[in-house]
C-alpha cells in the first residue's frame, strides 16, 4: 500500500465544543431497576462478579472522590463479553476512520479496512463515512467522529496498552504509537495479537464505575452546576465502549447511554 501524503499529527488529542452525538432519553430510574431484577442479573453472574457488592464499592470511592452520587442507582446489566479479537479489531476500525479527520483519503482507508479484512466489522453508519468526502459530511458525523477518539482509547485501556482511564482528562500524545501506522500501510494483525483483555470484572468494574461517574455529570450539567471532576463528553463516549464490549449482542451505532 502506497503513502498518501496526509500527516498525522504528534498531538491527537481532540476536543470538539460546538456538537455533540446525539443521546438517548434517560430511562427511570427505578424502571431501570426492576428491568435488572427482572433479567435476573445477579444470577447470571453467579460467584464470579457480583454487580451488587461492586455497586456499593464504586458508590463509596467515587463519593470520597466528591463525585457525589446517589444510593438508588441500579447496577449496571452487562451480558456475555467480547472476544479480544472483537474488540482489538473495533478499535482499529475506529482509529482508521479517524484518520478522516486528519485529512486521509477515504478511498485509502477504506482499501486498507478491505486489506486488512476488517471492512466487514464497520456499522452502517460507519459504512455512510467512506461513501461521502470528508467535508460533504454532516456536522453530527464530524462530531462523532472527533469524539470517537476517547472511545478508541478506552478500547486501548481494555486491551491493556495503557492504564490510564480518568473522567476527565484527555486521551494522552502516547496513543498513535500503540496503533497500526496507518499513512504507512502498516497491517492490524500485530496490534490485534498483542490486545490482551482485561479479565471481564475489571472492565465491568470501570463500566459501573463510570455509569455513576455518568449520572453525577449529567445531573450536574441539568442543574447547571460544574465540576473538575467529570467531563461529560469524555465520560460518554469512554462508557460507550465499556458498554459495547460488556454486552456481545449490541451493535456499535445502537449502544444506550441512559443514566
Request: hydrophobic content about 40%; proline content about 4%; glycine content about 4%.
Amino acid at each position: 500500500m502506497q503513502k498518501s501524503g496526509w500527516v498525522i499529527p504528534q498531538n491527537i488529542t481532540i476536543r470538539l465544543n460546538a456538537f455533540r452525538p446525539k443521546r438517548r432519553p434517560p430511562l427511570d430510574v427505578l424502571d431501570a431497576r426492576l428491568l435488572a431484577k427482572a433479567l435476573g442479573i445477579l444470577n447470571m453472574f453467579g460467584n464470579k462478579i457480583n454487580p451488587e457488592k461492586i455497586k456499593k464499592k464504586n458508590t463509596k470511592l467515587l463519593k470520597k472522590l466528591g463525585i457525589n452520587v446517589v444510593e438508588h442507582l441500579p447496577w449496571v446489566e452487562v451480558r456475555e463479553h467480547r472476544s479480544a479479537t472483537e474488540v482489538a479489531e473495533r478499535c482499529v476500525i475506529l482509529s482508521a476512520l479517524l484518520q478522516l479527520r486528519f485529512g486521509a483519503p477515504k478511498d485509502y482507508i477504506e482499501n486498507y479496512l478491505k486489506e486488512n479484512d476488517l471492512i466487514k466489522g464497520l456499522s452502517p453508519e460507519e459504512c455512510k463515512l467512506l461513501k461521502i468526502d470528508y467535508d460533504d459530511l454532516e456536522e453530527q458525523d464530524h462530531a462523532n467522529l472527533n469524539w470517537s477518539i476517547e472511545a478508541i482509547w478506552a478500547l486501548a485501556w481494555i486491551g491493556k496498552k495503557h492504564d490510564s482511564l480518568s473522567f476527565n482528562t484527555g486521551v494522552e500524545d502516547t496513543l498513535a504509537k500503540m496503533l497500526p501506522n496507518f499513512e504507512q500501510g502498516e497491517r492490524a494483525n500485530a496490534f490485534v495479537d498483542s490486545f490482551n483483555l482485561r479479565s471481564e470484572k475489571e472492565v465491568f468494574t470501570e463500566l459501573d464505575k463510570f455509569y455513576r461517574a455518568h449520572w453525577f455529570a449529567r445531573n450536574n450539567k441539568l442543574n447547571g452546576q460544574s465540576s473538575p471532576l467529570v467531563d461529560l463528553d469524555i465520560i460518554m463516549e469512554r462508557r460507550r465502549a465499556l458498554e459495547w464490549v460488556s454486552n456481545n449482542t449490541e451493535s456499535w451505532d445502537e449502544i444506550s447511554l441512559d443514566t
